[in-house]
């Protein structure tokens, strides 16, 4: 998602992280940050805000982003609840989305039918995973599997509104 902001022109690109001691959350914040390696965009721990994947958290974030002196133009979250209140909060302050502000979600939860904004998010794919989970699990009862484990699905962007290209 990251590296979709920067292919529209984003520079200023902040991120709302989840859960650092999950997975996901560690995986997702891993993952902004290379983006900006790669693209040679120097990071800015200004930018990098904890959500934990809750509400209030990521309100606060969005509200310590917005009020910085070089706002980011770009925000990912790394949930689409988070990626709400963000939009939420901006909302609050007269900043227009996308036009003075992009945001993504990750999860593809059905909450984002509820907003105003479409907002684009990066699905996962939840069946996918379910099936494979309920397999992998018939395979280690039955003695065919060890545990660890480790299977990467390929997730997918889903573009809309929130993510509109720099103005």
Do not use: W
């Amino acid at each position: 998602m990251v590296e979709e902001f920067i292919k529209q022109g984003h520079k200023h690109i902040a991120t709302i992280a989840g859960d650092l001691s999950t997975q996901a959350g560690e995986s997702r914040l891993q993952g902004y940050h290379d983006a900006l390696k790669k693209h040679k965009i120097a990071a800015d721990e200004d930018y990098v805000k904890i959500g934990g994947f809750l509400r209030t958290p990521a309100r606060q974030a969005a509200q310590e982003l917005l009020k910085l002196k070089q706002r980011p133009t770009a925000i990912f979250a790394a949930s689409d609840v988070m990626a709400l209140e963000a939009m939420d909060v901006a909302k609050s302050k007269k900043i227009s989305i996308p036009s003075q502000l992009a945001i993504c979600g990750f999860d593809d939860n059905p909450l984002r039918a509820t907003s105003s904004i479409a907002l684009a998010t990066v699905s996962q794919p939840l069946i996918e995973m379910g099936r494979m989970g309920l397999e992998m699990l018939y395979q280690i009862s039955h003695g065919q599997a060890r545990l660890p484990v480790k299977e990467v699905l390929k997730a997918k962007l889903i573009k809309a509104q929130s993510m509109g290209p720099l103005h």
